[in-house]
């Protein structure tokens, strides 16, 4: 069995927080209270996913997520 390096873990963990923050925004929702379980899970499945292609950690083929940066200022 692997181990983890904590500081790898929390590296993860505050990628995974970012990524749930973007997917939320990118459908519009707010990340409070209000928010239906059922629909959380499902943005966090999708930051999970980005998080794990973001880290390395994982490839998938053919839909790889590629986080666009915002353009340069003119």
Do not use: N, W
């Amino acid at each position: 069995m692997t181990k983890v390096d904590e500081s790898l873990r929390r590296h993860f963990l505050k990628v995974v927080a970012e990524q749930l923050d973007h997917v939320a925004t990118e459908q519009g929702l707010d990340l409070d209270h209000t928010i239906r379980d059922h629909v959380r899970r499902a943005l966090a499945r999708v930051a999970v996913r980005r998080a794990l292609q973001l880290c390395h950690i994982l490839s998938i083929e053919g839909r790889e997520y590629r986080q666009c940066l915002p353009a340069p200022a003119a």
